[in-house]
């Protein structure tokens, strides 16, 4: 069964910057895309960041676009989202998902980490 595990989070103040980790178990890491959601209390799932198997292909919510990257390291199984200019909105538990595809869309997204709690003072 394929594990996602994300590392990285924390407490920052606005302005700052964080880089977010999440390691994938499983031998088809290097054939999936990758996408990034968060999660804000009392707010639905949203999309932050995904990109395509090779990572050639990303794509942003207009709400992190510029501040925000994806990447990825295909043999260490490993996605990456670093965040930069941080401020209080983007604080949430963020969640990295395996896809088919690249998608804004949560249902193409069958993998799931537990997430890891960013916040970010003002």
């Known amino acids: 069964q394929v594990q996602l595990v994300e590392s990285g989070g924390g407490l920052v103040q606005a302005g700052d910057s964080l880089r977010l980790s999440c390691v994938v178990s499983?031998?088809?890491?290097?054939?999936?895309?990758m996408g990034w959601f968060r999660q804000a209390p009392g707010k639905e799932r949203e999309f932050v960041a995904t990109?395509?198997?090779?990572?050639?292909?990303?794509e942003y919510a207009d709400s992190v676009k510029g501040r925000f990257t994806i990447s990825r390291d295909n043999a260490k199984n490993t996605v990456y989202l670093q965040m930069n200019s941080l401020k209080p909105e983007d604080t949430a538990v963020y969640y990295c998902a395996r896809g088919s595809f690249t998608s804004t869309s949560r249902s193409n997204y069958s993998s799931w980490g537990q997430g890891t709690q960013v916040t970010v003072s003002s």
């Open positions: 990109i395509d198997w090779s990572g050639d292909n990303t």
């Open positions: 499983g031998r088809t890491f290097s054939s999936r895309a």
